[in-house]
T-cell receptor, first 112, second 115 residues
Framework: DAGITQSPRHKVTETGTPVTLRCHQT?????MYWYRQDPGHGLRLIHYSYGVKDTDKGEVSDGYSVSRSKTEDFLLTLESATSSQTSVYFC???????????FGEGSRLTVL | DQQVKQNSPSLSVQEGRISILNCDYTNSMFDYFLWYKKYPAEGPTFLIS?????DKNEDGRFTVFLNKSAKHLSLHIVPSQPGDSAVYFCAASARSSSNTGKLIFGQGTTLQVKP
């Protein structure tokens, strides 16, 4: 258990509003990731970070931005939420050595 | 283009029998493969992994087989138990060519083990 906390766990919002999801880790892992899970698509990588202030895009980055100002926190922002962003979002961390990622419990976002 | 594919959305087996979950990949740069298990309302948890230098890795009831020439891997669960009922995700990474640690996941297979 990598000590990953996601907040909020559930959120309902309206189209066009900004949303920020937070991921907090206590394991001092260098790498952090945001995935979304959708039926038929599995887990798809949105953005990831390989250090403080170092981030890069994943497979489905359009409409999302991230920031990492501290090792322990990785924020995912939807500047203007759309219904297609209704999903379950998972944060993950990794130490870059074992190849294994540790996941948080997920944040369910509904955009009406 | 899906680089990691799990073509069976669901699988149902009887308790005590073998469960075989399959996964195919297209990217020849992948050299490390993992299986994750996910229960409803929880995050995925690591189950077992295999490096491309091996063709088999075993951990208790779970065995992963890798066929590099076919770009195919499978997860065997023997014997299957009702508590194994979950969604199983196959994942791959290109560890030797990338230091990002990111994993590419398949679509998942829902396993139901009937008592």
């Amino acid at each position: 258990d990598a000590g990953i906390t996601q907040s909020p766990r559930h959120k309902v919002t309206e189209t066009g509003t900004p949303v920020t999801l937070r991921c907090h880790q206590t394991e001092n892992h260098r790498y952090m990731y945001w995935y979304r899970q959708d039926p038929g698509h599995g887990l798809r990588l949105i953005h990831y970070s390989y250090g403080v202030k170092d981030t890069d895009k994943g497979e489905v980055s359009d409409g999302y931005s991230v920031s990492r100002s501290k090792t322990e926190d990785f924020l995912l922002t939807l500047e203007s939420a759309t219904s297609s962003q209704t999903s379950v979002y998972f944060c993950a961390t990794g130490d870059g050595m074992t190849g294994e990622l540790f996941f948080g419990e997920g944040s369910r976002l509904t955009v009406l | 283009d899906q680089q990691v594919k799990q073509n069976s959305p669901s699988l149902s087996v009887q308790e005590g029998r073998i469960s075989i979950l399959n996964c195919d990949y297209t990217n020849s740069m992948f050299d490390y493969f993992l299986w994750y298990k996910k229960y409803p309302a929880e995050g995925p948890t690591f189950l077992i992994s295999i490096s491309s230098i091996k063709d088999k890795n075993e951990d208790g009831r779970f065995t992963v087989f890798l066929n590099k020439s076919a770009k195919h891997l499978s997860l065997h669960i023997v014997p299957s138990q009702p508590g194994d009922s979950a969604v199983y995700f196959c994942a791959a990474s290109a560890r030797s060519s990338s230091n990002t640690g990111k994993l590419i996941f398949g679509q998942g297979t829902t396993l139901q083990v009937k008592p």
